[in-house]
């Protein structure tokens, strides 16, 4: 197998999202506020690439159990058995699943703490478990997959901070890490929903139990746009009590993050078609990625 059809499989565009968010933190918005940290360099990549490649052996496991419904769903976009046979996807899964659990257990015993080592065990046991059978859970599986989203980067909090806030700048940096993973998990639990609608021919050729084909597509619209009112809201609540200490940051966040999300949620309403949902999916990644961007105008001009 080339390089190329490996990281197709990985999905690497989604893991270069999470290495930008962890960078920006590590790199920027700690630096710019003075904010002391409990990890090293060392200790921060290979909590890093520990988190990127579970994350990764997730996409393996998920392309590997998903080839009947890709099949028909998007088979111009299938991977496993078109580029790569089953055989060969199941042993990179198990190589990188293997690598990232190893290093998650390597990094808990450098800081001392053992037990967090089913933190990365559980991850990578829980991605396996929603690939097999959470995955046709009607909105089970959508929140499990964000919530790992949103808790990879709650994590970093976590390690960084452990807790020990001790003056206003780790309390800042607490309360925006804790917001980003908020905000990351109600878009990823969104996109994920509307991915559902997507592959809604797929899954119930497969009678999978999926939220558009029990409630039927409009009632999941509906859903989908519920779970995107969280992050307006909190976006709202930010704007309202920071726009006079941070205004920089508020106006970017204004423009280009409350703005498009109203305008995803008007969009909602009149897609019909499967090529509607995926250019709103489309929407929502780009809104995520500028929401992430926001630690850039926040640590410059604050």
């Excluded at 980067?153 to 800042?172: D, R, T, W």
């Excluded at 996109?191 to 899954?203: A, P, S």
């Excluded at 280009?256 to 019909?272: D, G, N, Q, R, T």
Aim: glycine residues 4%; charged residues 15%.
């Amino acid at each position: 197998m080339n390089n190329a059809v490996y990281f197709k499989l990985i999905r690497w565009k989604n893991l270069l999202l999470i290495i930008y968010v962890y960078v920006l933190i590590k790199f920027l918005f700690f630096p710019s506020f003075s904010i002391e940290t409990a990890l090293s360099l060392f200790q921060f990549f290979i909590l890093l690439l520990s988190i990127v490649l579970i994350t990764a052996a997730g996409y393996i496991i998920n392309d590997i159990k998903d080839v009947i419904s890709d099949k028909i769903n998007k088979p111009k976009k299938l991977i496993v058995s078109k580029d790569i046979t089953k055989e060969k996807a199941l042993y990179w899964y198990k190589i990188t699943n293997t690598i990232g659990i190893a290093l998650g257990i390597a990094f808990s015993l450098n800081i001392g703490n053992p037990t967090y080592s089913f933190i990365f065990i559980g991850a990578a046991l829980l991605l396996y478990y929603y690939s097999k059978k959470l995955k046709s859970k009607p909105l089970i599986g959508n929140f499990i997959v964000a919530l790992l989203i949103g808790v990879s980067i709650f994590i970093l909090a976590v390690f960084e901070l452990y807790f020990l806030i001790k003056n206003e700048h780790q309390k800042l940096a607490f309360t925006v890490i804790t917001a980003l993973s908020i905000f990351a998990f109600c878009m990823n639990l969104t996109r994920e929903i509307l991915k559902d609608i997507q592959d809604v021919n797929g899954d119930y050729a497969l009678k999978i139990k999926t939220l558009p084909i029990l409630l039927g597509v409009n009632r999941t619209k509906n859903i989908a746009n519920l779970t995107l009112l969280l992050p307006i809201g909190l976006l709202l609540f930010i704007l309202l009590i920071y726009s006079n200490s941070y205004k920089f940051t508020m106006l970017y966040l204004l423009i280009a993050v409350f703005l498009p999300l109203v305008y995803i949620i008007i969009k909602l309403f009149s897609a019909k078609k499967k090529n509607d949902f995926k250019k709103i999916s489309t929407l929502l990644k780009i809104t995520m990625f500028l929401g992430v961007s926001s630690l850039i105008i926040f640590s410059k001009f604050h």
